[in-house]
C-alpha cells in the first residue's frame, strides 16, 4: 500500500487515478479501485490517540473502545471506494462540526487530566479539516464523472451496555435527508438489509429507531452536493464482543456480504433516480480480480481437481453382484470400491492453509471458504466409504429427506397411469444408443466424447475431468430415454463442464455446495422442457427418495429392494439400480436431491433468469453472486446454453404439467 501526502492524494482523485494509500501520518485509509458512483466511510473505526495526548487521557483503551466503532473499517474492506479513519474519534470526532470536534467531556466523562492547550486543539482541528478536504475532492472527482454520489457511512452501536435489546440490527438515520425525494434508495436499502441471515440472529433494519443520523458528515454532504445522498446506517454490535471488542467470524462474515450486496442495490436504485441512463449495472460493481484470488484459485484447483466422488462411491462389482441378487432372493450384496489415491490428512491441511481470508471482496471470499468447506466435508466422505461411517458423512453433505419430500414422492406414486407409448416402445442396445448420442454431440457443437463402460450404476453419466459421456454397456433405452438423457447429460451436466473450462476462475470447474441438488435438479428440468419427461421417470425419481429415507431408517439392502419390485411394481433390474444408488458406499443419500432440486428449479425458473447457473459447477445459493460476478466482467457469460432453455417448454402434457407443478 501507498503511503501518500494530503497533496498527493488530492492530485491523484484530480486526475482520476485509481489507487489504495494511507496518509502519511496513518490517520486515514482511502481507497479508489474502480470509478463507481457509490463509496462507504468509516469514521469512527479508528482507536490511535497520538502521543502528546495519549498521556493526558482519562480513560483507558477497553472504555474508550466501547464508544468507537471497532471493526467497522473491516466491514466495508470488500468495497471498490472507502475511506476509513485511524484515528480515535477521542482526539477529533469527524461526526461533529470543525467547532465542537474536539471533546473535553465524552459520555458524561472528565477526558483529560488537563485541559488540552490552544495549539494541541488546533492540531486536530487541521486533521478533521483536512479529512473533510479531500472527502469533498473524492465526491467533487464522482459528481463531475456520474452526477452525484451514495455515501454509506457506516457505524455501530452498543445494545448489551445501553439495553437496546429489542432494536434492530440495522437503524438508517435520515433526520438530515429529503425522504420523499430519496425514498426509493431508503426503501431498497431497508428490504436488502432486512434480508440478510445471519447465524442464530433475527435481522432487522429501521428507521431512526435508536439513532437519527444528525453527525456532521451528513450536513457536509447535503449541503455541499446536494444531488448526493449520505444514509447513516448504525449497525447494533451483533458482530462483536461489546466488552472487549472480538468479532464473532461467521456472523460478521455474512454480515459483511450482505451489506456489500445491499450497498450495491441501493446504489443501482441511485443510479435510476438520477436518470443516470447510459451506466450499466456494471459501472457500478468493481470489475478486477484482486491478484490473491487468482493465487487461491489456481492452489485450489490443482489440490481438488481430482476429487470425484462418484469414481469411489460406485462399487466395482456390480455387476456380478446383481447377477447373484436377482438369483438368490437372500443374497446380500457384498459391494467392493476402489482405493483412495489421495492422503486425506494431507489434503486437509493444505486446503485450510489457502489464504482465503485475504481476499478482500466478501462475495468472492465467501464463495471459496463455501468450497473450501465443502472439501474439507467431501474427503471426510471419500474416506469413509464402504464403512457405516459413510452414511453420516452423505447426511452432511447431501442431507436427506424431509416430511416434504416424502410426502411428494408419495403423491407422485398414487398418480394414476395414462399411455405414454413407453410400454410398447421399441428398446435399443448402448451401441444404437452410443450413436445417437455421438450425432447429438455434434449437432450442439460439444467438444467432447462418448463410450461405453460396464462400471455405471446409471444408464449414462458424464465423467467431468475427461470430457466424457460414459453409456452403461448393460443398458437398454428406447428413443425418448435416449432424449432424455441428450438433454441431462449433455444439455446440463457436459455444458456445465464446457462452460467452466471458459472461465478465467477454475473454481467453477469444481462441485460448489449445493452444486449436486442445483445441477440435478436443472438437468430433470431439462428433460421437462424438451418433452421427455414421463411419468415413469418421475415415478423413478420418487421411488429414490423412499429408498433414500429406507436405508437411512435402518431397512437392509434386501428389504428395500424387494419393497421396490412388490409394492411398486419395479422391475428387477431396475429395483437393483434404485437400491444400488442407495446403498453404495455404505449409504449414499444424493438421490432424494433430484425431485426437490426439480421443484425448486422449475418455480425459480419460471420467476427469473437463471442462465447464470450455467456457468461451471454452481449452487442455487450462489445465484445472486454468479450474476453479480457475470455483470463485473469476472466471469464469462455461457458460452453453451441447454438445447432446451432456449425456447418454451415442449411438454404438452396437461397430466404430467398438473403433476409437476403440485409438487410442494
Same mark, same amino acid.
Given at each position: 500500500?501507498?503511503?501518500?501526502?494530503?497533496?498527493?492524494?488530492?492530485?491523484?482523485?484530480?486526475?482520476?487515478?485509481?489507487?489504495?494509500?494511507?496518509?502519511?501520518?496513518?490517520?486515514?485509509?482511502?481507497?479508489?479501485?474502480?470509478?463507481?458512483?457509490?463509496?462507504?466511510?468509516?469514521?469512527?473505526?479508528?482507536?490511535?490517540?497520538?502521543?502528546?495526548?495519549?498521556?493526558?487521557?482519562?480513560?483507558?483503551?477497553?472504555?474508550?473502545?466501547?464508544?468507537?466503532?471497532?471493526?467497522?473499517?473491516?466491514?466495508?474492506?470488500?468495497?471498490?471506494?472507502?475511506?476509513?479513519?485511524?484515528?480515535?474519534?477521542?482526539?477529533?470526532?469527524?461526526?461533529?462540526?470543525?467547532?465542537?470536534?474536539?471533546?473535553?467531556?465524552?459520555?458524561?466523562?472528565?477526558?483529560?487530566?488537563?485541559?488540552?492547550?490552544?495549539?494541541?486543539?488546533?492540531?486536530?482541528?487541521?486533521?478533521?479539516?483536512?479529512?473533510?478536504?479531500?472527502?469533498?475532492?473524492?465526491?467533487?472527482?464522482?459528481?463531475?464523472?456520474?452526477?452525484?454520489?451514495?455515501?454509506?457511512?457506516?457505524?455501530?452501536?452498543?445494545?448489551?451496555?445501553?439495553?437496546?435489546?429489542?432494536?434492530?440490527?440495522?437503524?438508517?438515520?435520515?433526520?438530515?435527508?429529503?425522504?420523499?425525494?430519496?425514498?426509493?434508495?431508503?426503501?431498497?436499502?431497508?428490504?436488502?438489509?432486512?434480508?440478510?441471515?445471519?447465524?442464530?440472529?433475527?435481522?432487522?433494519?429501521?428507521?431512526?429507531?435508536?439513532?437519527?443520523?444528525?453527525?456532521?458528515?451528513?450536513?457536509?454532504?447535503?449541503?455541499?452536493?446536494?444531488?448526493?445522498?449520505?444514509?447513516?446506517?448504525?449497525?447494533?454490535?451483533?458482530?462483536?464482543?461489546?466488552?472487549?471488542?472480538?468479532?464473532?467470524?461467521?456472523?460478521?462474515?455474512?454480515?459483511?456480504?450482505?451489506?456489500?450486496?445491499?450497498?450495491?442495490?441501493?446504489?443501482?436504485?441511485?443510479?435510476?433516480?438520477?436518470?443516470?441512463?447510459?451506466?450499466?449495472?456494471?459501472?457500478?460493481?468493481?470489475?478486477?480480480?484482486?491478484?490473491?484470488?487468482?493465487?487461491?484459485?489456481?492452489?485450489?484447483?490443482?489440490?481438488?481437481?481430482?476429487?470425484?466422488?462418484?469414481?469411489?462411491?460406485?462399487?466395482?462389482?456390480?455387476?456380478?453382484?446383481?447377477?447373484?441378487?436377482?438369483?438368490?432372493?437372500?443374497?446380500?450384496?457384498?459391494?467392493?470400491?476402489?482405493?483412495?489415491?489421495?492422503?486425506?490428512?494431507?489434503?486437509?491441511?493444505?486446503?485450510?492453509?489457502?489464504?482465503?481470508?485475504?481476499?478482500?471482496?466478501?462475495?468472492?471470499?465467501?464463495?471459496?471458504?463455501?468450497?473450501?468447506?465443502?472439501?474439507?466435508?467431501?474427503?471426510?466422505?471419500?474416506?469413509?466409504?464402504?464403512?457405516?461411517?459413510?452414511?453420516?458423512?452423505?447426511?452432511?453433505?447431501?442431507?436427506?429427506?424431509?416430511?416434504?419430500?416424502?410426502?411428494?414422492?408419495?403423491?407422485?406414486?398414487?398418480?394414476?397411469?395414462?399411455?405414454?407409448?413407453?410400454?410398447?416402445?421399441?428398446?435399443?442396445?448402448?451401441?444404437?444408443?452410443?450413436?445417437?448420442?455421438?450425432?447429438?454431440?455434434?449437432?450442439?457443437?460439444?467438444?467432447?466424447?462418448?463410450?461405453?463402460?460396464?462400471?455405471?450404476?446409471?444408464?449414462?453419466?458424464?465423467?467431468?475431468?475427461?470430457?466424457?459421456?460414459?453409456?452403461?454397456?448393460?443398458?437398454?433405452?428406447?428413443?425418448?430415454?435416449?432424449?432424455?438423457?441428450?438433454?441431462?447429460?449433455?444439455?446440463?451436466?457436459?455444458?456445465?463442464?464446457?462452460?467452466?473450462?471458459?472461465?478465467?476462475?477454475?473454481?467453477?470447474?469444481?462441485?460448489?455446495?449445493?452444486?449436486?441438488?442445483?445441477?440435478?435438479?436443472?438437468?430433470? !428440468?431439462?428433460?421437462?422442457?424438451? @418433452?421427455?419427461?414421463? #411419468?415413469?421417470? %418421475?415415478?423413478? $425419481?420418487?421411488? /429414490?427418495?423412499?429408498? &433414500?429415507?429406507?436405508?437411512?431408517?435402518?431397512?437392509?439392502?434386501?428389504?428395500?429392494?424387494?419393497?421396490?419390485?412388490?409394492?411398486?411394481?419395479?422391475?428387477?433390474?431396475?429395483?437393483?439400480?434404485?437400491?444400488?444408488?442407495?446403498?453404495?458406499?455404505?449409504?449414499?443419500?444424493?438421490?432424494?436431491?433430484?425431485?426437490?432440486?426439480?421443484?425448486?428449479?422449475?418455480?425459480?425458473?419460471?420467476?427469473?433468469?437463471?442462465?447464470? !447457473?450455467?456457468?461451471?459447477?454452481? @449452487?442455487?445459493?450462489? #445465484?445472486?453472486? %454468479?450474476?453479480? $460476478?457475470?455483470? /463485473?466482467?469476472?466471469? &464469462?457469460?455461457?458460452?453453451?446454453?441447454?438445447?432446451?432453455?432456449?425456447?418454451?417448454?415442449?411438454?404438452?402434457?396437461?397430466?404430467?404439467?398438473?403433476?409437476?407443478?403440485?409438487?410442494?
Amino acid at each position: 500500500m501507498q503511503t501518500l501526502s494530503e497533496a498527493e492524494v488530492l492530485a491523484a482523485l484530480a486526475s482520476g487515478e485509481l489507487f489504495e494509500a494511507e496518509l502519511d501520518d496513518g490517520s486515514l485509509l482511502i481507497r479508489v479501485r474502480d470509478h463507481i458512483p457509490h463509496l462507504c466511510t468509516a469514521v469512527h473505526a479508528g482507536h490511535r490517540l497520538r502521543k502528546d495526548i495519549s498521556d493526558q487521557c482519562l480513560i483507558d483503551d477497553l472504555a474508550r473502545q466501547t464508544e468507537e466503532d471497532p471493526l467497522t473499517d473491516q466491514l466495508i474492506d470488500g468495497f471498490p471506494v472507502i475511506l476509513a479513519t485511524r484515528d480515535s474519534r477521542y482526539e477529533y470526532d469527524l461526526n461533529r462540526s470543525p467547532e465542537d470536534c474536539v471533546y473535553e467531556t465524552a459520555w458524561n466523562k472528565q477526558l483529560w487530566r488537563s485541559p488540552l492547550t490552544a495549539e494541541q486543539i488546533e492540531f486536530s482541528r487541521n486533521k478533521h479539516a483536512r479529512y473533510y478536504r479531500i472527502l469533498e475532492a473524492l465526491l467533487a472527482s464522482v459528481r463531475k464523472r456520474f452526477g452525484g454520489c451514495l455515501v454509506v457511512d457506516v457505524h455501530s452501536y452498543n445494545w448489551q451496555i445501553r439495553n437496546h435489546a429489542d432494536a434492530p440490527v440495522f437503524n438508517i438515520g435520515t433526520e438530515q435527508i429529503e425522504t420523499k425525494r430519496w425514498r426509493p434508495i431508503l426503501s431498497k436499502l431497508q428490504q436488502h438489509l432486512s434480508a440478510i441471515e445471519l447465524p442464530n440472529l433475527e435481522t432487522e433494519a429501521k428507521f431512526d429507531t435508536v439513532f437519527f443520523g444528525r453527525g456532521y458528515q451528513a450536513t457536509f454532504v447535503r449541503e455541499w452536493f446536494p444531488d448526493s445522498l449520505l444514509v447513516p446506517l448504525e449497525i447494533k454490535k451483533i458482530f462483536m464482543d461489546e466488552t472487549n471488542g472480538d468479532p464473532f467470524p461467521l456472523v460478521f462474515d455474512q454480515l459483511q456480504e450482505g451489506l456489500s450486496l445491499s450497498v450495491l442495490e441501493a446504489a443501482e436504485s441511485f443510479n435510476k433516480k438520477l436518470k443516470r441512463s447510459k451506466l450499466t449495472r456494471a459501472v457500478l460493481l468493481p470489475a478486477d480480480v484482486e491478484p490473491i484470488v487468482l493465487q487461491v484459485d489456481k492452489a485450489l484447483y490443482r489440490l481438488a481437481k481430482n476429487i470425484d466422488t462418484l469414481h469411489y462411491v460406485n462399487p466395482t462389482n456390480i455387476q456380478s453382484e446383481k447377477k447373484q441378487c436377482l438369483a438368490r432372493r437372500d443374497h446380500v450384496p457384498a459391494f467392493r470400491y476402489r482405493q483412495l489415491r489421495i492422503d486425506p490428512y494431507e489434503f486437509r491441511e493444505k486446503l485450510y492453509q489457502l489464504p482465503v481470508s485475504q481476499i478482500q471482496d466478501p462475495s468472492i471470499r465467501g464463495l471459496y471458504r463455501s468450497v473450501v468447506d465443502s472439501y474439507a466435508t467431501k474427503i471426510e466422505l471419500l474416506v469413509n466409504v464402504g464403512t457405516p461411517q459413510f452414511l453420516y458423512n452423505s447426511l452432511r453433505y447431501y442431507g436427506e429427506p424431509n416430511p416434504c419430500d416424502i410426502a411428494n414422492a408419495n403423491f407422485i406414486l398414487h398418480a394414476k397411469e395414462w399411455e405414454d407409448g413407453q410400454g410398447a416402445a421399441k428398446r435399443m442396445g448402448a451401441e444404437e444408443a452410443k450413436t445417437l448420442f455421438e450425432e447429438a454431440v455434434q449437432e450442439q457443437g460439444l467438444k467432447c466424447r462418448v463410450v461405453l463402460s460396464t462400471q455405471l450404476v446409471a444408464r449414462a453419466m458424464v465423467d467431468n475431468s475427461g470430457l466424457v459421456l460414459m453409456v452403461n454397456r448393460n443398458a437398454s433405452f428406447t428413443q425418448q430415454e435416449v432424449d432424455a438423457l441428450i438433454h441431462h447429460e449433455l444439455g446440463i451436466h457436459m455444458v456445465t463442464t464446457l462452460n467452466a473450462m471458459t472461465q478465467p476462475l477454475q473454481v467453477f470447474r469444481l462441485g460448489h455446495p449445493g452444486n449436486a441438488y442445483t445441477q440435478e435438479g436443472l438437468a430433470i !428440468l431439462s428433460e421437462y422442457r424438451s @418433452g421427455n419427461l414421463t #411419468l415413469h421417470r %418421475l415415478r423413478e $425419481l420418487a421411488l /429414490r427418495v423412499l429408498a &433414500v429415507d429406507m436405508m437411512i431408517k435402518g431397512k437392509s439392502f434386501n428389504t428395500v429392494f424387494h419393497f421396490l419390485k412388490e409394492e411398486h411394481g419395479s422391475s428387477a433390474d431396475d429395483a437393483f439400480n434404485l437400491t444400488v444408488r442407495a446403498f453404495r458406499g455404505g449409504g449414499f443419500t444424493k438421490d432424494f436431491l433430484y425431485l426437490r432440486g426439480f421443484r425448486d428449479l422449475v418455480t425459480l425458473s419460471a420467476n427469473r433468469d437463471i442462465e447464470a !447457473l450455467f456457468v461451471g459447477k454452481t @449452487g442455487l445459493q450462489s #445465484l445472486d453472486t %454468479l450474476e453479480a $460476478l457475470i455483470t /463485473r466482467g469476472i466471469l &464469462v457469460p455461457p458460452q453453451y446454453t441447454p438445447p432446451a432453455m432456449l425456447s418454451e417448454s415442449r411438454n404438452d402434457n396437461p397430466n404430467l404439467d398438473y403433476l409437476v407443478y403440485s409438487i410442494k
